[in-house]
């Protein structure tokens, strides 16, 4: 391969590897969105239920029971509302979607003068990486990651070891 496209080629796999990193970092905060929208209905079940003790206490207690639960609904529907969405868009604004583009041109920048040994190492990486959904490959691609630790100057990458930290996510992630 001329190395005019093993640059290019390399290029847009070092974006693809901060594109899947973004990717990941935004499913965790849509998993923390959903989390406290989970909370939030938990609350608001247990107001409703609040609400329907006051109308079932109605004939005991007298319309004050009805009055009370629905002020209660509705002061604490709002102030769980508020609370939900402020914790929302606080775990919403942790996420800066330029840091992929960011990260990818600082790994770039920073990558090591590449001898054909390792251009071949890293052209089986790239290969890995694009099958690592195929049974196996993970493995393999793990295992690469693994042998390329023995060569200081890829180990220091900081490529390598954001894919390294990729990898061991997406493989928590699935379980």
Not at 91 to 109: C, G, L, T, Y
């Amino acid at each position: 391969m001329p190395e005019a496209a093993f640059e290019a080629e390399l290029r847009a796999w070092v974006d693809q590897v901060y594109r899947r990193r973004g990717q990941l970092a935004r499913r965790r905060v849509e998993a923390r969105v959903f989390e406290l929208l989970e909370r939030e209905r938990r609350w608001l079940t247990l107001l409703t239920i609040v609400v329907m003790l006051g109308i079932y206490g109605t004939p005991f207690i007298g319309a004050a029971s009805v009055a009370g639960g629905l002020a209660a609904l509705y002061i604490g529907s709002i102030a769980s509302g508020l609370i939900a969405v402020r914790y929302a868009s606080r775990v919403e604004r942790s996420v800066d979607p330029s840091e992929p583009v960011r990260a990818a041109a600082e790994a770039w920048e920073t990558r090591p003068a590449l001898d054909p040994a390792r251009r071949a190492r890293l052209l089986r990486l790239m290969n890995l990486f694009r099958v690592a959904h195929l049974p196996g490959a993970r493995e393999l691609l793990v295992a690469e990651l693994g042998e390329l630790s023995a060569d200081p100057d890829l180990a220091g990458w900081r490529l390598i070891r954001d894919l390294k930290e990729l990898i061991l996510a997406e493989r928590s992630a699935l379980g």
